[in-house]
């Protein structure tokens, strides 16, 4: 990965951030009230078309009737279908529900499937515009911090398993990614938060002076300044980047999921319960714990891993696997969810471990007793 230049917005100047995949390319516009163009910008895409909107009942009361009719004022037919909110939803039965929606809408392969929503509504509303007609095109408009940063960018698409977490899917890439950081303002505090985990990865992963910048600015992050439409296209140029160059995860993208692996295998314990843990709480435990792990290797400077766990703690996220209520399991309960993880190859766990701040990399064949013999002593550790 490199880092990406992004200059931070002058007030009300919205960002666009191109991903680089040739006549696959699309654009993701950033900022506070782009929403507004959502009617011109669909209408483009599909003169006279139908967009399937694909979102949850929580966003629906708060967005769906604004959507719908800026939709129906730019001449385009909708129909909008929303899922339970939460992790649950993320499944077979929900998939069915929605593909089953949208044929019975006569949604054609030159139409539009809009995921409006969090990550759930855009890896859910992903895979069945993927699966749908073998392929209809897709636009991301994400309401929360997560899935503006990460997760509505770069085409992963996909359900929960009871094995793991996002097990069944495809890669299917948007045609354009609508981020308005003005609708997260509704988030709660834990869901921003949450969401901030993301922002912060990619300056562990390799961009140490946009760590500094978060650790100096974070507050602004969240009070929604200037810094949060910043923080979120600083994060999108990065992951662009990257997408643009491993598009489907088979180099330098699995960087990407630092943190992850040992996030999921929470998640995957806690039942996917987000009274107990939701998935930005997860990856910062991960990330917490993937520092504390490369120390504990003599990869990484201690002192690294306490500043990555400090300024989390201090934004208000979980570091330690006694943060999770109820539990995190044992030792070798977390270790048997990690080798259900899609980086594992032959039965070798891979990680994302560190050298530094911004010196991450990709370790394969991780010995899985030092990984169990690292989590023995988290579990134990005040």
């Not at 929403?35 to 949850?56: F, I, K, R, S, Y």
């Not at 719908?68 to 649950?88: D, H, I, K, N, Y």
């Not at 308005?180 to 969401?195: H, N, P, Q, V, Y």
Request: glycine share 12%.
């Amino acid at each position: 990965m490199t880092s990406p230049s992004v200059r931070p917005a002058e007030a009300g100047e919205a960002h666009t951030v191109r991903v680089a995949l040739g006549e696959r390319a699309y654009d993701i516009r950033i900022g506070r009230g782009v929403t507004a163009a959502v009617g011109p910008e669909l209408a483009t895409l599909a003169p006279g078309g139908t967009v399937a909107v694909v979102t949850d009942t929580t966003v629906e009361g708060l967005y769906g009737a604004a959507v719908r009719s800026a939709l129906e004022q730019a001449g385009l037919r909708c129909t909008l279908v929303a899922v339970p909110a939460g992790e649950g939803a993320k499944g077979w039965r929900e998939l069915e529900r929605i593909t089953e929606a949208m044929l019975a809408a006569k949604i054609e392969r030159g139409d539009l499937v809009l995921a409006l929503g969090g990550g759930v509504v855009g890896d859910l509303a992903g895979f069945a515009a993927a699966i749908l007609r073998r392929g209809v095109r897709l636009v991301q408009m994400p309401t929360t911090l997560l899935a503006q940063v990460d997760s509505s960018v770069g085409g992963k698409t996909g359900i929960n398993s009871p094995h793991g977490k996002n097990l069944v899917g495809a890669f299917h890439q948007p045609s354009l990614v609508i981020a308005d950081t003005g609708l997260l303002d509704t988030l709660s505090e834990r869901e921003f938060k949450a969401g901030y985990a993301e922002v912060v990865k990619y300056g562990l992963i390799d961009d140490e002076p946009f760590f500094n910048w978060c650790e100096a600015h974070w507050a602004g992050i969240i009070a929604g300044t200037d810094a949060r439409e910043y923080a979120v296209a600083r994060s999108c140029a990065a992951k662009a980047a990257v997408v643009a160059r491993d598009e489907t995860e088979t180099g330098d993208r699995a960087l990407l999921n630092l943190g992850h692996t040992f996030g999921h295998a929470l998640e995957r314990l806690a039942g996917y319960d987000p009274a107990r843990l939701v998935h930005g709480e997860g990856v910062a435990i991960g990330m917490a714990l993937a520092f504390r792990f490369s120390a504990s290797l003599g990869l990484c400077p201690g002192q690294d891993a306490q500043r990555v766990a400090r300024h989390l703690a201090q934004v208000g996220l979980p570091t330690r696997l006694q943060d999770v209520p109820g539990g995190a399991g044992s030792a070798d309960q977390l270790l048997d969810a990690m080798a259900q993880d899609k980086k594992v190859s032959r039965g070798a766990l891979t990680f994302i471990l560190a050298r530094g701040i911004g010196r991450s990399f990709i370790a394969k064949g991780v010995d899985p007793a030092e990984v169990r013999a690292f989590l023995a002593r988290e579990l134990t550790t005040a």
